[in-house]
């Protein structure tokens, strides 16, 4: 059928080496090549391994932007070096991935760095708040943060002037302890957020942005990221 030659045609040229640098920009054949494996699953055609083949090179060319990206924006290393690591296309692109990790090195190297945020699941909060809790006297930044999410959580910001009293509430001393404090919260959300929590929290925060706060803790970070989902980023302007 027309419809069958047509998609054929173009994965074919999609699929097939360019010469002298004339391809199309990597976004475009990602765009284009999601289409067209989608067109060729709807309409069912054969063979399967065909369509493998499509999926192979989008994976692939995928991956190349990732760590593309993550050299130009001197940013998201990390991420696009460990996809690629974890994936079977990782010697294919073992050019970039090397390309990525003297980037990487580089910025260490000049202090600036920046550490990914660890994501906020169950299993690792209790590291993000043993990170925390290890500050005797923490930089106010995160003193900040932790005033700001105890205060989404219901606290009252008089009471969380003292750092010894924010770790108590913090602490395994309390009966509902930080961690399910913030689980409860998050699954359940019972309690509503009222203006006057959301004008003191911007007001702790609105100095501090996210990149300094995950300069100082990737910990604190975590928790920041946590707050903005509650109180969004316009919320603060």
Request: hydrophobic residues 35%.
């Amino acid at each position: 059928p027309a419809i069958e030659i047509k998609i054929k045609s173009q994965i074919d040229e999609l699929l097939a080496p360019k010469k002298d640098g004339k391809g199309m920009a990597l976004e475009d054949t990602i765009e284009k090549l999601e289409v067209a494996i989608t067109q060729f699953e709807e309409q069912k055609l054969q063979p399967a391994e065909y369509i493998t083949k499509a999926k192979d090179c989008l994976e692939k060319k995928k991956l190349e932007k990732g760590l593309k990206d993550a050299i130009r924006k001197r940013g998201g290393l990390d991420e696009a070096i460990e996809n690629t690591e974890k994936s079977k296309f990782k010697e294919t692109l073992r050019t970039l991935i090397c390309q990525a990790e003297q980037v990487r090195e580089e910025l260490k190297q000049k202090g600036k760095y920046t550490y990914p945020i660890p994501k906020w699941t169950p299993e690792r909060i209790p590291r993000i708040i043993t990170e925390i809790l290890g500050y005797k006297e923490p930089p106010q930044v995160i003193h900040d943060v932790v005033m700001a999410a105890l205060i989404l959580l219901g606290e009252t910001k008089d009471n969380l002037q003292d750092w010894e009293t924010i770790r108590y509430q913090m602490g395994p001393q309390r009966k509902l302890t930080l961690r399910h404090r913030v689980n409860d919260f998050t699954e359940n959300k019972q309690m509503e957020i009222t203006e006057d929590a959301k004008a003191e929290i911007n007001g702790i925060l609105q100095n501090h942005l996210l990149d300094t706060v995950r300069q100082v803790s990737s910990g604190a970070a975590t928790l920041y990221e946590w707050i903005r989902h509650y109180i969004p980023v316009e919320e603060h302007n």
